[in-house]
């Protein structure tokens, strides 16, 4: 007994000269919002799963919403310092409320029109003087608008958007409160699930890239002077987790279903990744050097100051900074 002590105390005595010697980087905690699609969180779980955040010092709270209305509004107003979203990152930032450092994927075809035959919707045309549910403002009213107009139809004269968040707009198209609904997956799982007679019209793709939405990350004002260096670690966690996700696909949706995405099955997930168009890191490097991510915000960002009559719109080129990334990629 005495020998094991004396060992353990040596031992105790060893572990205590050897600690300082031992660089241990400092942790900073960051409040996270995010919507809870493939989209916008995939990366953000991927890098969780690999203890990305941990190992870039980061001590992420992850905060979800219902709808990216809800995220900027919960930014402005100091709950949150950074969030992931869809298309709404073209919104708020040209209202002077968040910056924009880092982009996700584009919403190639996530965003989809479905209807109710037996309410007498069989084709685009069938839609004039109908109802129609969706989240106003998000990525699905954008690609609404795109769709109706490339069909014909006045979005503001022909038809009657119904602004409701999107669990009411697909609980009133599942009733046939509405014949009409436009969502962004995974909301369509409810709706096959729920209304097996209904039927997908469209979906984004037919509309790429010529209105291409982004999702993307924005951080609030105020935090996005003050912590470029969290900015930049967040960047770092982004960016193996994204490669990942990239190149081995198959076995990160894989794991990404098991512990984040219980309820959708592991062919849904892999239909929602289809749905969206990722790049490498490296070829975000010339999205980002040559304009083409400004472009695809402004496009939208035009969309809202139209929709939202926004006074004196903030342009992209100013509301995104791509110095950030480009610079962690070539450090």
Avoid at 54 to 75: E, R
Avoid at 275 to 293: C, I, L, N
Wanted: proline share 6%; aromatic share 10%; hydrophobic share 45%.
């Amino acid at each position: 007994m005495k020998r094991r002590s004396f060992l353990q105390l040596s031992l105790a005595g060893a572990a205590t000269v050897a600690m300082p010697s031992i660089a241990f980087a400092a942790t900073d905690e960051i409040k996270v919002g995010y919507l809870h699609t493939l989209a916008v969180d995939g990366q953000m779980w991927t890098a969780d799963l690999r203890g990305l955040w941990k190992k870039n010092g980061l001590s992420p709270k992850f905060i979800q919403f219902q709808t990216g209305l809800d995220l900027f509004q919960a930014m402005s107003g100091g709950s949150i310092d950074v969030l992931s979203t869809g298309a709404v990152m073209s919104n708020f930032p040209a209202r002077g409320q968040g910056k924009v450092f880092l982009i996700n994927d584009i919403e190639y075809a996530t965003a989809q029109l479905w209807v109710h035959p037996d309410m007498g919707i069989h084709t685009w045309e069938d839609l004039k003087g109908k109802k129609i549910s969706t989240t106003t403002g998000t990525t699905a009213h954008v690609f609404l608008d795109t769709a109706l107009r490339a069909h014909h139809i006045d979005p503001e004269k022909d038809v009657q958007v119904i602004n409701q968040r999107m669990p009411d707009a697909v609980t009133a198209f599942i009733s046939k409160a509405v014949p009409a609904v436009a969502l962004w997956v995974p909301f369509n799982i409810p709706v096959e699930q729920k209304s097996p007679g209904s039927k997908m019209l469209g979906d984004a793709s037919a509309y790429y890239p010529e209105a291409a939405i982004v999702d993307g990350w924005a951080a609030r004002n105020d935090f996005f002077e003050k912590h470029p260096d969290i900015l930049k670690r967040i960047i770092r966690t982004w960016i193996p987790a994204n490669d990942n996700l990239v190149a081995h696909p198959d076995e990160t949706l894989a794991a990404l279903q098991k512990a984040h995405y219980p309820d959708v099955p592991l062919k849904d997930l892999k239909t929602q990744y289809k749905a969206q168009k990722m790049f490498s890191s490296e070829q975000w490097v010339k999205f980002y050097a040559d304009g083409t991510v400004t472009k695809w915000l402004q496009q939208v960002t035009d969309f809202f100051t139209h929709f939202a009559k926004i006074q004196n719109p903030v342009p992209a080129s100013q509301y995104f900074d791509p110095k950030l990334y480009l610079e962690v990629k070539k450090a």
